[in-house]
């Protein structure tokens, strides 16, 4: 179980590094594709940065959760599992919450 949580955190952690460094381009299946981001080129690089980030820290957090909670003494593999997606879901739900109001942010700018 601890090997797919960190698998899982290292996969996160590897798409968010190239919505970060900007090297994708606006397309309809990998980044942050809302009507906003995929109609403005400056929108969606900036958004994908932003976004990118909070995937990369859930990625790194959901990495050292499934570590961390795995040396706890006595925790059974029920409540292992549920502790690690919980902090996945936690953290992921957060930065999308960012991300939009960051994405927002930049169209109140626009106006």
């Keep these: 179980m601890m090997i797919m949580y960190v698998v899982s955190g290292l996969v996160l952690s590897g798409?968010?590094?190239?919505l970060m460094a900007g090297k994708i381009a606006p397309n309809g299946m990998y980044g942050f594709r809302v009507?906003?981001?995929l109609e403005n080129p400056q929108v969606w690089y900036a958004v994908n940065k932003y976004a990118?980030?909070?995937?990369l820290v859930a990625g790194i957090l959901t990495?050292?959760?499934a570590v961390g909670f795995y040396f706890i003494p006595?925790?059974?593999l029920d409540t292992y599992a549920l502790a690690c997606l919980g902090v996945f879901a936690i953290v992921l739900i957060f930065g999308l919450v960012q991300s939009v109001i960051y994405l927002r942010s930049?169209?109140?700018r626009e106006h």
């Design 15 to 18: 798409v968010a590094l190239p």
């Design 106 to 108: 930049l169209k109140l």
């Design 74 to 76: 006595g925790l059974s």
């Design 35 to 37: 009507k906003a981001t």
């Design 52 to 55: 990118g980030l909070r995937l």
């Design 63 to 65: 990495i050292l959760s």
